[in-house]
């Protein structure tokens, strides 16, 4: 029974068909939070906007668009601080979450310690773990209900406004299970996701049983984690 509920209520994830090039939504969403400690400057409405801005750059899967619409290359976090509105500051945000973290990732050889599991994507093997880990240290409801409307400014890039609500509709899917969950989902349904095609699926889930609970990996988002929080301390200075 409880299996034919979840089932029926993950359908929605069908539409996170490739969902990131980069950070998964969950380490988006924890380092998001981790920014407005270090720059308390936004107010709650502030940070629903932030948020969403953070979220949004992938949306370009869906409006099948070019991704250089919703990604800047180079962000500094000056240039998010003095951002001419807290959903651009999101937006860069995410750019700079992704340039930061890829470039730790391969400083610290976290691929090639991937490349021993023998995944068919182990990009995309990573991000996954990565979001496993931080997914039982904090409750998501924010991130659930902040997607629950569209920002005005999302409707600014010339993108279908149906595929930014389809975007939201499965982002809130997403913040409402552990990944785990999703790509047991997914591995029984042969669906497709996080850039993995749905072949690939089913030995995706089998490592990431594994890499769930792998101490390596565990270390890894610890140090990821400590490595932004020095970042964003540095820039207070």
Request: glycine content about 4%; some cysteine.
């Amino acid at each position: 029974m409880f299996r034919k509920f979840l089932l029926a209520c993950l359908l929605p994830l069908l539409l996170l068909t490739s969902l990131c090039s980069g950070a998964y939504p969950i380490t988006n969403a924890a380092l998001t939070k981790m920014f407005w400690e270090h720059f308390p400057k936004y107010s709650n409405a502030d940070k629903k906007q932030f948020l969403l801005g953070t979220l949004f750059p992938d949306v370009h899967y869906l409006a099948n668009c070019p991704r250089e619409i919703t990604y800047v290359a180079n962000v500094t976090i000056d240039e998010i601080l003095n951002a001419s509105t807290p959903f651009q500051a999101g937006l860069l945000f995410h750019s700079y979450i992704d340039q930061e973290r890829e470039s730790f990732v391969v400083s610290q050889g976290l691929y090639d310690y991937i490349s021993t599991f023998n995944s068919p994507v182990p990009a995309s093997q990573l991000k996954i773990a990565e979001d496993e880990c931080l997914y039982p240290t904090a409750n998501w409801k924010i991130c659930v209900t902040s997607v629950g409307t569209i920002a005005e400014e999302e409707k600014t890039f010339g993108i279908d406004e149906d595929a930014i609500r389809q975007w939201h509709f499965a982002l809130s899917y997403y913040f409402s299970y552990a990944p785990s969950t999703v790509i047991w989902y997914l591995s029984s349904r042969e669906i497709g996701a996080f850039d993995v095609s749905p072949q690939e699926m089913t030995p995706v889930y089998e490592i990431h049983k594994i890499l769930g609970n792998d101490e390596v990996i565990k270390k890894h988002v610890d140090n990821l984690m400590d490595h932004f929080k020095k970042l964003f301390a540095d820039a207070q200075k």
